[in-house]
């Protein structure tokens, strides 16, 4: 075989099992969950009587907008999402190319969640119906994202005095 035939073919070789040694940069996970539950004390707060309320439907609206030199991009959705059995609600936004969420200055959002009805026949007037409060966890390495919202609840139409006092 030719020196130069042979050279060329080992440095593409080699050069291709370079690009596979380094690390595969991670797409972006973004994450947006909250909690439902019913406020049988009617006081907008979680009392020792009060209980997460699976079944409820809750609508999520979420705007996203990347920033970088080149390109501004925004994405923007609405979702309705059934809380679990232990009243969380839970959106998984897979990778969207161009959007880096754990970078500080790269990523505006803002999601807010908004009650539609309670599972529950008893637990069924809204509380804290809508809240775009929210704590953003992120991490750099893993590039994800999770935007945990403030509670929503439900009431019942009537107060227990017995339990909650007047």
């Given at each position: 075989?030719d ?5 060329a073919?080992s ?8 690009s596979k ?46 920033v ?8 923007s ?9 232990f ?19 790269a ?19 809204p ?26 609840n ?13």
């Amino acid at each position: 075989m030719d020196p130069k035939i042979f050279l060329a073919v080992s440095s593409l070789f080699i050069v291709s099992l370079s690009s596979k040694i380094e690390p595969e940069k991670r797409s972006p996970q973004i994450t947006v969950m909250g909690v439902v539950y019913c406020d049988i004390c009617s006081n907008n707060t979680f009392s020792r009587h009060s209980y997460f309320l699976p079944g409820a439907e809750v609508k999520i609206d979420c705007k996203f907008k990347a920033v970088s030199p080149r390109t501004t991009e925004q994405i923007s959705f609405s979702v309705n999402r059934t809380t679990n059995r232990f009243g969380v609600y839970k959106l998984e936004i897979p990778s969207v190319d161009g959007i880096e969420c754990a970078e500080e200055s790269a990523m505006q959002s803002t999601c807010e969640a908004s009650l539609m009805w309670s599972s529950s026949s008893a637990c069924n007037v809204p509380g804290h119906k809508t809240t775009s409060d929210e704590i953003a966890i992120k991490s750099k390495h893993a590039n994800l994202c999770i935007y945990s919202l403030n509670a929503l609840n439900f009431r019942p139409s009537r107060r227990d005095i017995n339990l909650c006092g007047s």
